[in-house]
């Protein structure tokens, strides 16, 4: 039986949804300040005045009488799923505004990139944008990767911790106390970790000769950028605009330590590497990475352009890596990414894209710790066949502590496996349907639905919009859980549906 929601649910969510614009509008502020400092005053006023719209319509539903205060679990998903819409939509309205779109849609289009930490973008002349819509594309980038850690740890990880995985069943639990508890940690070790590589990538674009105010605004748009996993640059030609080796290898390591589960890079910081060591996630990628890397610089090696071993050691690695945190950077001028890496290294970066990195982190994707569950129940599955009927064989992972993986939980896994695998098949046929090669549009499919944004050899800038609308889809799913979202829009229809049928059960009593 489908539970539907109520009058209250919708009133709470409204409610909550006016403090999520209020702390856009405020968010709009930043660049609103960095434009009066540098004296951009045309957008200064743009995000003033959106700042205010968003102020204006979140104090208007903030005025909605809600009792009791506060969000369950059900509540919490749908506020998300309809707010990362909601924030994009209004984000894009001081970016369309610059000029550098041909369309609102457009513009949309790259919040919803930005906000869920997707390296995509279909804006003209971005070397000429203004210094303050640059910031605010990174300021989105942050906000997205904030949301993305706080959500997973109050509500994604609990399926680690064996407690309720679904979001089918009515709870009553308020998680507001943890969610901010959460948020205050996921600020202190992203913006911690930003500050480090910041100033050490702002060391490294001073020895590159840049002047020292680009330096520092450059290079801490690349920590935001690498620490968040979002692979956003400043630059139209991305990381390789800057033809820095050590700027590069900074980011590379940021990507990897913004791809380790938020927990354990807070024991990190903290000096204690046992928990991550140990790790679960950390096992898998180990053995699933080295795999991969090891085939990805074989199909490089029959590259023309990549054939020999600094560049192999340099740029392999630096794109392997990228690909496998769902970072989307690339060291390689994006107008000549596909004629470099050659097919067969594409694929093997797209499979690594799919499966992504750490759960409680920013990356997307499937994530090493339901790799790992699907792999050691498939190898349990086949041990049991061959065992007698009294042997009992139990999983285990290592996560904060030993765990037992209870079936449910596989169950789950698995179900999220499979929903990622439809949903970039689903998103790739599409491409075919549109003209496009079956390698190019399974990797653009599965660089959208894994939030990394790789180029490929599909030019978004000319691409149909229905085609961009599907993107749209994949990007915003592949952030939220699919089957948090799937449940609650399942219920939503359900909810729908069940007024209808009430309605017309009492126009036919009526007559």
């Given at each position: 039986?489908?539970?539907?929601?109520?009058?209250?649910?919708?009133?709470?969510?409204?409610?909550?949804?006016?403090?999520?614009?209020?702390?856009?509008?405020?968010?709009?502020?930043?660049?609103?300040?960095?434009?009066?400092?540098?004296?951009?005053?045309?957008?200064?006023?743009?995000?003033?005045?959106?700042?205010?719209?968003?102020?204006?319509?979140?104090?208007?539903?903030?005025?909605?009488?809600?009792?009791?205060?506060?969000?369950?679990?059900?509540?919490?998903?749908?506020?998300?799923?309809?707010?990362?819409?909601?924030?994009?939509?209004?984000?894009?309205?001081?970016?369309?505004?610059?000029?550098?779109?041909?369309?609102?849609?457009?513009?949309?289009?790259?919040?919803?990139?930005?906000?869920?930490?997707?390296?995509?973008?279909?804006?003209?002349d971005l070397d000429h944008l203004s210094y303050a819509d640059n910031l605010w594309r990174f300021v989105m980038a942050f906000s997205g990767g904030i949301a993305v850690v706080t959500l997973?740890?109050?509500?994604?990880?609990?399926?680690?911790?064996?407690?309720?995985?679904?979001?089918?069943?009515?709870?009553?639990?308020?998680?507001?106390?943890?969610?901010?508890?959460?948020?205050?940690?996921?600020?202190?070790?992203?913006?911690?970790?930003?500050?480090?590589?910041?100033?050490?990538?702002?060391?490294?674009?001073?020895?590159?000769?840049?002047?020292?105010?680009?330096?520092?605004?450059?290079?801490?748009m690349l920590a935001v950028s690498a620490s968040t996993t979002s692979g956003i640059s400043p630059m139209e030609n991305g990381i390789a605009y800057y033809h820095s080796w050590p700027l590069a290898f900074l980011i590379m390591i940021a990507t990897i330590f913004g791809g380790i589960n938020v927990r354990l890079r807070l024991r990190a910081l903290q000096g204690n590497l046992r928990p991550l060591?140990?790790?679960?996630?950390?096992?898998?990628?180990?053995?699933?990475?080295?795999?991969?890397?090891?085939?990805?610089?074989?199909?490089?090696?029959?590259?023309?352009?990549?054939?020999?071993?600094?560049?192999?050691?340099?740029?392999?690695?630096?794109?392997?890596?990228?690909?496998a945190t769902t970072s989307g950077f690339s060291i390689i001028n994006v107008h000549y990414n596909p004629q470099v890496i050659p097919s067969g290294g594409l694929l093997v970066l797209s499979v690594a894209t799919a499966i992504g990195a750490s759960s409680g982190s920013t990356t997307g994707g499937i994530q090493l710790e339901r790799l790992s569950i699907v792999a050691r129940s498939a190898i349990n599955t086949m041990r049991q066949a061959i065992s007698p009927d009294s042997a009992h064989q139990v999983i285990t992972i290592k996560h904060m502590g030993r765990r037992v993986v209870s079936d449910r939980l596989i169950q789950t896994s698995m179900l999220v496996f499979i929903l990622y695998i439809s949903m970039y098949t689903i998103g790739a046929l599409i491409g075919v349907i549109y003209g496009y090669d079956a390698v190019s549009a399974l990797s653009q499919s599965i660089t959208m639905a894994s939030?990394?944004?790789?180029?490929?050899?599909?030019?978004?800038?000319?691409?149909?919009?229905?085609?961009?609308?599907?993107?749209?889809?994949e990007m915003w799913l592949g952030r939220l859980g699919l089957i948090a979202v799937l449940g609650?829009?399942?219920?939503?229809?359900?909810?729908?549906?069940?007024?209808?049928n009430r309605r017309f059960l009492q126009r036919s009593h009526n007559r």
């Open positions: 039986m489908w539970l539907h929601f109520t009058v209250r649910d919708a009133r709470s969510i409204s409610y909550y949804m006016g403090v999520v614009l209020v702390a856009e509008a405020f968010a709009m502020l930043v660049p609103f300040v960095f434009a009066c400092f540098i004296y951009e005053w045309e957008a200064a006023a743009r995000y003033l005045f959106w700042a205010g719209i968003c102020a204006i319509i979140g104090t208007g539903l903030r005025m909605i009488r809600i009792y009791p205060e506060g969000l369950n679990r059900q509540q919490t998903t749908l506020l998300a799923a309809l707010g990362w819409l909601v924030v994009a939509l209004m984000g894009a309205f001081p970016l369309w505004f610059s000029g550098h779109f041909d369309s609102y849609f457009n513009a949309f289009f790259d919040c919803v990139a930005a906000f869920t930490t997707t390296n995509v973008s279909v804006m003209h997973s740890l109050t509500l994604g990880e609990n399926e680690l911790r064996g407690h309720r995985d679904t979001y089918f069943e009515e709870s009553t639990e308020h998680i507001l106390p943890r969610a901010f508890k959460a948020l205050r940690a996921v600020i202190y070790i992203i913006v911690a970790t930003i500050v480090l590589f910041g100033i050490l990538q702002t060391c490294a674009l001073l020895a590159q000769g840049f002047y020292p105010p680009h330096a520092v605004f450059h290079g801490f060591a140990h790790d679960t996630a950390t096992h898998t990628a180990i053995f699933w990475w080295l795999l991969l890397l090891v085939v990805f610089i074989a199909s490089l090696i029959l590259s023309s352009q990549v054939n020999k071993l600094p560049a192999l050691f340099t740029t392999g690695m630096f794109e392997f890596f990228s690909a939030n990394a944004g790789l180029s490929t050899s599909i030019d978004l800038m000319t691409a149909p919009d229905l085609l961009k609308f599907i993107y749209i889809l609650i829009f399942a219920k939503l229809i359900f909810t729908v549906s069940a007024g209808i």
